[in-house]
């Protein structure tokens, strides 16, 4: 192998690891808001050392999903309802920002790269809603599911770099409610239940795309913010 022709990593570090398990953890309540924690007590929990722990700790504090009220002390945050609806403000209102900006500025390479996407992503939706017919709600699409929420997360990670604004990006990333893997595990199991609503919000993805096509700043825009509110919204819970 030619020293720049890098693989892929494949193993996910203890960090990564201790990470998940900690967000799990806060998002079932076995870690409650409030509660106040150290990285050595977690580690034995985990049973790692507390180098990942610490390392998943920095990641958390980031996130504001944990906070530190001391030199050495750590406690999971505390969210209002209040606090929770206006950090989802901030990442529609951001995310539509960065659709109207990408309409602008988006290069005729990223619309078709976007373009092709899309169509190797309604590919896989096809497949699915074909398997799911002939063999009913049992069948086992998880595998393609996940599939179509990565690419639909890539999707929106292009259109963010559509836009060419580094410093949007970086807010944007900040204002995030929910991490990546609370998203694919809160979509996994709402989907089906809300099988209807994720469908059209799936569709919205076209409409966008088409708004990005023509230019339309406005429209790209509103589309985002639609779609961005009533996806947050529903994984808030609502």
Do not use: W
């Not at 990593?9 to 870690?31: F, H, I, K, M, P």
């Not at 899309?118 to 017919?133: F, H, M, P």
């Not at 944007?172 to 979509?187: C, H, K, V, Y």
């Amino acid at each position: 192998m030619s020293a720049d022709a890098l693989g892929p990593v494949e193993t996910t570090s203890l960090a990564d690891q201790a990470y998940r398990r900690l967000r799990a953890a806060v998002r079932e309540g076995v870690l409650r808001p409030g509660e106040r924690i150290t990285e050595r007590d977690l580690a034995a929990r985990l049973g790692v050392s507390p180098t990942p722990v610490r390392e998943a700790l920095r990641q958390l504090v980031h996130e504001r999903v944990v906070e530190r009220v001391g030199p050495r002390a750590l406690r999971i945050a505390e969210h209002s309802s209040a606090a929770r609806s206006e950090i989802v403000e901030a990442e529609v209102r951001l995310s539509a920002l960065m659709a109207r900006i990408a309409a602008r500025n988006a290069t005729a390479e990223q619309l078709t790269g976007l373009v092709s996407l899309l169509t190797q992503t309604d590919q896989i939706v096809v497949g699915i809603e074909e398997t799911v017919a002939e063999q009913g709600m049992e069948a086992d699409v998880a595998d393609r599911l996940a599939d179509v929420f990565h690419k639909l997360r890539l999707f929106h990670r292009q259109v963010e770099a559509c836009a060419g604004n580094p410093v949007l990006e970086g807010l944007l990333g900040q204002a995030r409610a929910f991490s990546e893997e609370e998203r694919l595990d809160l979509t996994m199991r709402l989907v089906p239940e809300r099988a209807e609503a994720f469908r059209a919000r799936y569709h919205e993805h076209r409409e966008l795309l088409d708004a990005l096509l023509e230019r339309d700043e406005d429209r790209a825009e509103e589309l985002a913010a639609r779609h961005h509110r009533a996806a947050l919204v529903q994984l808030s819970g609502g």
